[in-house]
């Protein structure tokens, strides 16, 4: 944090700032394009359910 010129101790915060502007930004995409705008993933791995039932045999 001494790169930026902040005191230690204000990670905390420096995190919570970017994180709150990119929750707005990402705010005001949706109501500029008038629909929810979900993140696309596709799982890779394996089933949890799969996997706990395996652990057993």
Known sequence: MRMFGLPIGY???FFAIARS???VAHAIEQL???V???PR???SGR???VAAANLGA
């Open 11 to 13: 990670e905390t915060a």
């Open 21 to 23: 502007t990119g929750w």
């Open 32 to 34: 500029a394009s008038g």
């Open 36 to 38: 929810l705008i979900r």
């Open 41 to 43: 993933a596709a799982m």
């Open 47 to 49: 089933r949890w359910d």
